[in-house]
């Protein structure tokens, strides 16, 4: 990767999308998704899934409500804020899913996450700290388009071949869309940076490890041989 003085949020945007589009592809495609829509998971593992929004999601509120305070003179407090604030309605919404599951809230409690899975809230802390606003919008433009495919995929295959509720998949329904401005908001807060200094290239490295850190949050579901029924769980 290159400085790239003078690039625009919307220029910065495409580099970092046509640079990541093999790693993209790989999160879109991953196996864990296949498994589930044929009905191959574990109610054990769905559980696993769950534990592990609930340890992320906590997390991140925390980073974002951070990153609204670090930087509230500028577009970004309010960015930040929104998704805070989004991120307290994913909780809401995760608990359905818990419910018909069968967990209770000392189930998220005793929840041990795995490491893998950790990587991607570990390092939105780091960024939280450390990242220009730039970094951050950026990272997380390019990583909720593919996120946001694999939740409505998992609540399609939910619905469909484990006979979820509607209530059950909200949690990934609501991360499926992203609300309709928060690309323009986005885009908005990068060039706000850009104009006052921020590092295209660490921009670009932070999406790039983003992107790869939510790669491994599904990795880490690798479960070959524990198989749940069509309709069970």
């Avoid at 534990?51 to 960015?79: K, N, P, W, Y």
């Avoid at 730039?134 to 071949?161: I, K, Q």
Wanted: proline fraction near 5%; charged fraction near 25%; hydrophobic fraction near 45%.
């Amino acid at each position: 990767m290159t400085e790239s003085p003078g690039t625009t949020a919307r220029e910065l945007l495409d580099e970092a999308r046509q640079e990541l589009a093999d790693t993209d592809a790989a999160i879109r495609a991953h196996p864990f998704l296949d498994r589930l829509r044929r009905g191959e998971v574990s109610t054990e593992l769905l559980r696993a899934l769950a534990g592990e929004q609930h340890v992320i999601i906590s997390s991140d509120r925390r980073s974002f409500s951070q990153l609204a305070t670090r930087f509230s003179s500028g577009l970004g407090g309010d960015f930040f804020l929104g998704m805070a604030e989004g991120e307290g309605i994913a909780l809401g919404k995760l608990g359905t899913f818990a419910d018909w599951l069968g967990m209770s809230s000392d189930d998220f409690r005793q929840y041990e996450p795995r490491p893998g899975a950790h990587a991607y809230p570990a390092y939105v802390a780091w960024l939280a700290l450390n990242g220009s606003r730039t970094d951050v919008a950026l990272a997380f433009l390019v990583n909720l388009a593919a996120w946001g495919s694999n939740c409505g995929r998992v609540a399609a295959a939910l619905r469909e071949v484990y006979a979820a509720p509607e209530q059950a998949v909200a949690f990934f329904e609501f991360f499926a869309s992203p609300p309709p401005d928060f690309e323009s908001q986005a885009l908005a807060v990068i060039d706000e940076g850009l104009a006052t200094g921020d590092s295209p290239l660490r921009a670009r490295r932070a999406a790039r490890l983003l992107q790869a850190y939510e790669l491994m949050f599904w990795d880490a579901f690798e479960e070959p041989n524990s198989t749940i029924r069509k309709g069970e769980g």
